[in-house]
T-cell receptor
């Protein structure tokens, strides 16, 4: 079974600075997807960024980028120029690349990010 | 269509009562998921539908839990004989291709 580990329960960063959230995972599969989701207080979870395991290039979405190290099974999220609206719980998630019967997302326990004005 | 909709947003029930939650996915999405999230934890997978077929169920889904998705549209999750341990946020998500879209969830409190 796949597992996802987020070792930082809480992180804080000064507004406009850069912060990196850590995630490691365990799998025996070679085809899979990794995700970072953001869950603001009392609001729904939204996708921040996605990485396909077969792609060597790290994904980027505006101020958000990942450092995907497949051999180390590491998938960290870097947020540049942090903004107050980035404050939220961030979840790392894994999904198998084998479609049938393995559709679910497996989540880590989350990292609560606080932005200091 | 503005996204995944869940109803109710909050539910307080007495132990032993039955509760039913509803999820309306994004209309063109054929995949629908239920997750449970307890305080301080990430969401845990409960069950998955592709159209009207329930294709996968977690061991977390005891026989007190049942889910349906008639006609491949909305879905319901019913919990019978609720227990205090059922208190959690129940999240619904739908997916067409790579991205899953989540609803705001139903927060269940069993007293």
């Amino acid at each position: 079974a796949q597992t996802v580990t987020q070792s930082q329960p809480e992180m804080s960063v000064q507004e406009a600075e850069t912060v990196t959230l850590s995630c490691t995972y365990d799998t025996s599969e070679s085809d899979y997807y990794l995700f970072w989701y953001k869950q603001p207080p009392s609001r729904q979870m939204i996708l921040v960024i996605r990485q396909e395991a077969y792609k060597q290039q790290n994904a980027t979405e505006n101020r958000f980028s990942v450092n995907f190290q497949k051999a180390a099974k590491s998938f960290s999220l870097k947020i540049s120029d942090s903004q107050l609206g980035d404050a939220a719980m961030y979840f790392c998630a894994y999904r198998s690349g084998v479609n049938f019967g393995n559709e679910k997302l497996t989540f880590g326990t989350g990292t609560r990010l606080t932005i200091i004005p | 269509d503005t996204g995944v909709s869940q109803d109710p947003r909050h539910k307080i029930t007495k132990r032993g009562q039955n509760v039913t939650f509803r999820c309306d996915p994004i209309s063109e999405h054929n995949r629908l998921y239920w997750y449970r999230q307890t305080l301080g934890q990430g969401p845990e997978f409960l069950t998955y539908f592709q159209n009207e077929a329930q294709l996968e169920k977690s061991r977390l889904l005891s026989d007190r839990f049942s889910a349906e998705r008639p006609k491949g549209s909305f879905s319901t999750l019913e919990i019978q004989r609720t227990e205090q341990g059922d208190s959690a946020m129940y999240l619904c998500a739908s997916r067409e291709k790579d991205e899953a879209f989540f609803g705001q969830g139903t927060r269940l409190t069993v007293v």
